[in-house]
Every structure is written in C-alpha cells, then in structure tokens.
C-alpha cells in the first residue's frame, strides 16, 4: 500500500478515535444529570429508526378529591382612612357590591356611614362568594355595633363588651429630645402634648432641656375587654430640670371645669397669652410715632403686628365676651373681646371669624377665635394686636399682664381633697425611678 494512502487511513482512524472518545466522555458526564430521569441509554450511532414504538398504559389510583365547600367563611379587618366613605371600607372587606348597597339602605348603618372616623376597625365574616355573615364596627367610647344577617334582611346589636378607665404611672430620662425621652417611656403622645403644653409656662422645651432631665407622669387610658382603645387626660406630672422640680395636679371645681395647678394650689393658667398666634415673627412694634407703611406719614402704631400666613389660627390670649366682630376702617375686620378688670384686646386684618363668633358670646383662654389675613389697610398677611385698658392702648411686649384668680376657701378644701392621691404617687414614681407602672 503506498505511504500517502496508509497515512490518511491512519489520520482518519485517529479522527475517528477523537470522536468517539468526546462521545464517551460525553455521556459518561451525563449520566449523573440523566440518569434519574430515564435509567438507560442508547449508545453512540445506534440506529433507532427500525425500532418500533410501544405505548404503554397503566391505571394509577388517585386520592378522592376533597369537594369545595360552600359554607366556608373568611374573616377580615380594615381600618377606616382618610377619604374613606363607608361603601369604600366595606369594598376592601371584599364584601358583595350588591350586598354593600343593601347594608347601607339599613337604618343603623346608615347613621354610621355619616359618622365614620379615620382609625376605627371594621371586622367582617362573609361567605366565599362575598355574602355578609356579620360586621362589626367600633365606635370609640361607646360598645361596638355588630350587624348579622337574618334571612335575607339585617339585625343590629350593641356589644357587650366592658368598658373601663385604668390609670397608668410612668417615668424617663431626657437624653436628646422631650419627644424622644417619651417615645422610649412608652408615653402616648396625646399625653406628651398635654404634658409640654402644661409646663410651658415654667419652662421653654426648646431652650431649657437638659440631658438627664426626668420625668413622671400619671394618665389615665380607656380600656375595652381589656384592649386600650383610647388614651384619657393627664392626671398629675412632675418634671426635674437642671435639678429642680415642677409638678402639675389636674383640678376639677365644683362646676365641671378643670384646670391645671401646683400642688400648693396655685394656677398655673396665666390670666394672659402674651401672644395670640402659636408660631410668628414680629413685624411692627407698639410705637408711639411710625411712618405708616400705606399712608406715608408718621401716626402712633397702637399695637404689635406679628407677621403669618393667611389662614393662620389666632387664639383668644384670656378669657372673655366678644365685644364686635365685623368691618372696621383700616382695622379691615376686626374682633374685640372684652376681658375682665377693664381690659380688651384688638384682633385687626382678620381673612375671617371662627364659627359662632359674634357679639355676647364668650370665649376661654386659648381657644381659636379668627384666622390671620390682610383686609383693611395691610400690605401683607398678618395680625395686628392690641392690647387695651380703661380704653387705652397698652404694650402688650412689656405690660404686665393679670394672673388667674387664686383659689378661694371652698375650693382649696376641694382641691386637696382631690390632689393630694396624684401627689403621693409623683413622689412614689420619683423615689422609686419606676419605668413603667399600670
């Protein structure tokens, strides 16, 4: 055989081996992947088209099948948002559209669904296809409201459920805010609130806090089947700054109204505000002779102009009878309240009156009384305050304003009668550092 020839046998031989040794090796790797889904193989070129295909049939017993049952009920719970209407709670509840019409045609729920408020629960029990079993709404104080389907109409029934009033004592340290202190102490902060804004006359949270400041506070939180639902009023706190004790007692007199006191029975409430917006700048001071921004000439500014948006809150700064409210000259509207001891105070360039503001009617310190605006001779949005007495306008930067009225014999008898159980425990919680106590 020539040497040409017998070499490209040869090259085709070892071709051939290269090939067949890639095969094996291949398969070889494939056979931990594939060999658990078929438990044989076919090996390289083999002919399968001469092998006839066999259909193979076995019975394989099934487990009986479990029936969907129609009589199944599911539970949900929703709380009622902001925008909410009734019809859009309900729909989350995945309760029946058509059923949802039909609730709300009911006497009960439909007084509800005008009253509804953002944070209330709704728990519903309906069938699968969305039919109402019940639905039970919560209604703050009072016991919650089940509606249960009878027939193809509704009844309505009040829960049993108990209602109870429980007082709870807690304490904490400041180490970088009021508000964080708080928040570690487990203190809602509805009480927080009350808390900062009874001791604002003593002191200046945003000034005066130091770190390792404490505090103590005695509550009272609303409880239904043993689940608070509601937090109640400060009873009595004390607060230790820089070393020194304040405390407040909660005080209800004879006629209903309640106020906050020292232990010794002196009212903390000053018989004035200094100012009657919550948040402003002084823009004008009370001066003798000013040139008028509008008139061009100099005039006595009779007042102070604390500068704010329109639309502002402005508060009553004490109690009072609303003398006028209405148009006047360059005051643009204007309300006067009268308080007594011969004072009135001047609410000028108002953008309007709160509701039920007229003449006669009185007003208690604090209370939102007209909104800033710029009616009358104003250039800008803001309040123009007055202070006057026997008629006179007064400074209301540097005069000394009246106090309330100390507590009379009768009502001092009251008083500790009252107190004295907030005072002993102030001292508890203090002497103890207690965290928490229920």
Same mark, same amino acid.
């Given at each position: 055989?020539?040497?040409?020839?017998?070499?490209?046998?040869?090259?085709?031989?070892?071709?051939?081996?290269?090939?067949?040794?890639?095969?094996?090796?291949?398969?070889?790797?494939?056979?931990?992947?594939?060999?658990? @889904?078929?438990?044989?193989?076919?090996?390289? +070129?083999?002919?399968?088209?001469?092998?006839?295909?066999?259909?193979?049939?076995?019975?394989?017993?099934?487990?009986?099948?479990?029936?969907?049952?129609?009589?199944?009920?599911?539970?949900?719970?929703?709380?009622?948002?902001?925008?909410?209407?009734?019809?859009?709670?309900?729909?989350?509840?995945?309760? +029946?559209?058509?059923?949802?019409? &039909?609730?709300?045609?009911?006497?009960?729920?439909?007084?509800?669904?005008?009253?509804?408020? @953002?944070?209330?629960?709704?728990?519903?029990?309906?069938?699968?296809?969305?039919?109402?079993?019940?639905?039970?709404?919560?209604?703050?104080?009072?016991?919650?409201?089940?509606?249960?389907?009878?027939? +193809?109409?509704?009844?309505?029934?009040?829960?049993?459920?108990?209602?109870?009033?429980?007082?709870?004592?807690?304490?904490?340290?400041?180490?970088?805010?009021?508000?964080?202190?708080?928040?570690? $102490?487990?203190?809602?902060?509805?009480?927080?609130?009350?808390? $900062?804004?009874?001791?604002?006359?003593?002191?200046?949270?945003?000034?005066?806090?130091?770190?390792?400041?404490?505090?103590?506070?005695?509550?009272?939180?609303?409880?239904?089947?043993?689940?608070? @639902?509601?937090?109640?009023?400060?009873?009595?706190?004390?607060?230790?700054?820089?070393?020194?004790?304040?405390?407040?007692?909660?005080?209800?007199?004879?006629?209903?109204?309640? +106020?906050?006191?020292?232990?010794?029975?002196?009212?903390?409430?000053?018989?004035?505000?200094?100012?009657?917006?919550?948040?402003?700048?002084?823009?004008?001071?009370?001066?003798?002779? &000013?040139?008028?921004?509008?008139?061009?000439?100099?005039?006595?500014?009779?007042?102070?102009?604390? !500068?704010?948006?329109?639309?502002?809150?402005?508060?009553?700064? !004490?109690?009072?009878?609303?003398?006028?409210?209405?148009?006047? !000259?360059?005051?643009?509207?204007?309300?006067?309240?009268?308080?007594?001891?011969?004072?009135?105070?001047?609410?000028?360039?108002?953008?309007?009156?709160?509701?039920?503001?007229?003449? !006669?009617?009185? @007003?208690?310190?604090?209370?939102?009384?007209?909104?800033?605006?710029?009616?009358? $001779?104003?250039?800008?949005?803001?309040?123009?305050?007055?202070?006057?007495? $026997?008629?006179?306008?007064?400074?209301?930067?540097?005069?000394?304003?009246?106090?309330?009225?100390?507590?009379?014999?009768?009502?001092?008898?009251?008083?500790?009668?009252?107190?004295?159980?907030?005072?002993?425990?102030?001292?508890?919680? &203090?002497?103890?550092?207690?965290?928490?106590?229920?």
């Amino acid at each position: 055989m020539p040497l040409t020839k017998l070499r490209i046998l040869t090259d085709r031989l070892t071709g051939a081996e290269r090939r067949f040794s890639l095969r094996t090796l291949v398969a070889l790797s494939s056979l931990p992947l594939f060999g658990v @889904v078929a438990a044989f193989g076919l090996a390289p +070129d083999t002919n399968t088209h001469d092998i006839t295909p066999e259909t193979v049939v076995e019975a394989i017993a099934l487990p009986a099948l479990v029936s969907a049952s129609n009589t199944g009920t599911f539970e949900r719970e929703g709380v009622i948002q902001s925008g909410d209407t009734l019809a859009n709670a309900l729909s989350r509840l995945k309760i +029946d559209d058509l059923e949802i019409q &039909r609730l709300l045609g009911t006497g009960a729920v439909r007084q509800l669904a005008s009253s509804i408020r @953002v944070g209330r629960r709704i728990q519903a029990t309906t069938t699968q296809d969305g039919q109402l079993v019940t639905l039970q709404f919560e209604r703050g104080d009072a016991p919650a409201l089940t509606v249960r389907r009878q027939g +193809d109409s509704y009844v309505t029934e009040e829960g049993s459920a108990l209602m109870e009033t429980r007082v709870v004592m807690r304490s904490g340290r400041i180490l970088s805010s009021l508000y964080g202190a708080t928040d570690s $102490a487990g203190i809602p902060d509805k009480i927080a609130n009350q808390m $900062a804004e009874t001791f604002s006359t003593s002191l200046d949270f945003r000034e005066d806090l130091r770190r390792g400041d404490t505090f103590s506070v005695i509550y009272t939180v609303d409880y239904r089947s043993g689940e608070p @639902v509601a937090t109640g009023k400060l009873l009595a706190a004390e607060f230790i700054n820089a070393g020194k004790a304040y405390r407040v007692v909660l005080f209800r007199d004879a006629s209903g109204r309640e +106020d906050y006191y020292t232990p010794e029975g002196e009212s903390l409430k000053k018989g004035f505000l200094r100012s009657p917006l919550e948040f402003s700048r002084i823009t004008s001071n009370f001066s003798k002779s &000013r040139k008028h921004p509008l008139l061009g000439y100099a005039r006595a500014h009779t007042g102070v102009d604390f !500068g704010a948006p329109t639309g502002t809150r402005v508060k009553a700064t !004490g109690d009072a009878t609303v003398a006028f409210s209405g148009r006047k !000259g360059g005051y643009g509207n204007l309300l006067i309240l009268r308080h007594p001891n011969g004072y009135e105070t001047y609410y000028a360039h108002l953008s309007a009156f709160a509701t039920g503001i007229r003449p !006669g009617r009185p @007003v208690s310190q604090g209370q939102v009384v007209a909104y800033v605006g710029t009616t009358g $001779a104003s250039t800008g949005p803001h309040l123009h305050y007055e202070v006057r007495i $026997a008629g006179r306008p007064q400074n209301p930067m540097t005069i000394k304003l009246p106090g309330s009225a100390p507590l009379n014999m009768a009502q001092r008898a009251r008083f500790q009668q009252q107190t004295a159980n907030w005072s002993d425990k102030l001292a508890l919680l &203090r002497g103890t550092n207690l965290a928490a106590l229920d």
